[in-house]
């Protein structure tokens, strides 16, 4: 049973930046697709970044190109998200998902089978 743990959410001013850890066990990632969710009070969860078992292919939210940046590891065991000019609308609680057996990526939330407990991000106006 893969286990994944998120780090690096907190308080930023808007324009400013954050960098996400998703720290996964059980081989959680390792030639799995995986991907960043996130979830504002009285939202669904939403697809934020996610990134193919090979690593060759990413695929963004529209409201998120260009800003963030998902990435891995050599090892595959730690996901990053790299968050840039962060706005008051990305604040949320930030979930890193992975895909059971599962190589192509997908921006559903019922592809993914192993769930962090979320971390939150707060971007102050």
């Known amino acids: 049973q893969a286990q994944l743990v998120e780090s690096g959410g907190g308080l930023v001013q808007a324009g400013g930046s954050l960098r996400l850890s998703c720290t996964g066990s059980?081989?959680?990632?390792?030639?799995?697709?995986m991907a960043w969710f996130r979830q504002a009070p009285g939202n669904s969860r939403e697809f934020v970044a996610g990134?193919?078992?090979?690593?060759?292919?990413?695929k963004y939210a529209d409201s998120v190109q260009g800003r963030f940046r998902i990435s891995t590891d050599n090892s595959k065991t730690t996901a990053y998200l790299q968050m840039n000019s962060l706005k008051p609308e990305d604040t949320a609680v930030y979930y890193c998902?992975?895909?059971?057996?599962?190589?192509?990526?997908?921006?559903?939330?019922?592809?993914?089978?192993?769930w962090g407990q979320g971390t939150q991000v707060t971007v102050s106006s």
């Open positions: 059980g081989r959680a990632f390792i030639s799995n697709a």
């Open positions: 990134l193919s078992g090979s690593g060759w292919i990413t």
């Open positions: 998902a992975a895909r059971k057996g599962y190589t192509c990526l997908s921006s559903s939330v019922r592809a993914y089978d192993y």
